[in-house]
């Protein structure tokens, strides 16, 4: 009798183990599919492990599509700044610049982020 109790608590165990694999391998986590408080989260983590230098589609790539983007050019150089949402402020629906993180690209390269990065980006 034990011996058909260990055998079904081990085919249980291989079929958990068997779901949450599929799970896993099928269902991945995009940015673009989480709701607004799973990304704020993803956004915190992911930008928390940036590196200077790194691309813009890089940066797309792991994030997605930014909340709010501005750019301008300025001669040779090319800089853009991408918000993502890291902190919620209001509860009104809309997602603004004090709810987001700053990322400065210059020429497609991530050069700066944070609030410091968005100063930058104005006063030049």
């Known amino acids: 009798m034990n011996n058909k109790i260990a055998v079904r608590i081990g085919m249980g165990v291989a079929l958990y183990v068997l779901f949450v694999a599929a799970v896993l391998f099928f269902y991945p986590d995009k940015p673009q599919d ?3 408080q799973d990304r704020e989260e993803y956004n915190k983590v992911q930008i928390a492990k940036l590196e200077l230098g790194q691309t813009k589609s890089a940066i797309l790539e792991l994030l997605g599509s930014p909340d709010i983007t501005e750019a301008k050019r300025i001669g ?8 993502y949402r890291t902190q919620h402020r209001q509860a009104d629906g809309i997602t603004t610049e004090d709810e987001c993180t700053p990322l400065l690209f210059e020429n497609n390269l991530l050069i700066e982020w944070g ?3 968005y100063q930058r980006y104005i006063s030049q």
């Open 115 to 117: 609030e410091s990065a």
């Open 34 to 36: 989480m709701d607004w």
């Open 76 to 83: 040779d150089y090319e800089l853009q700044v991408m918000f």
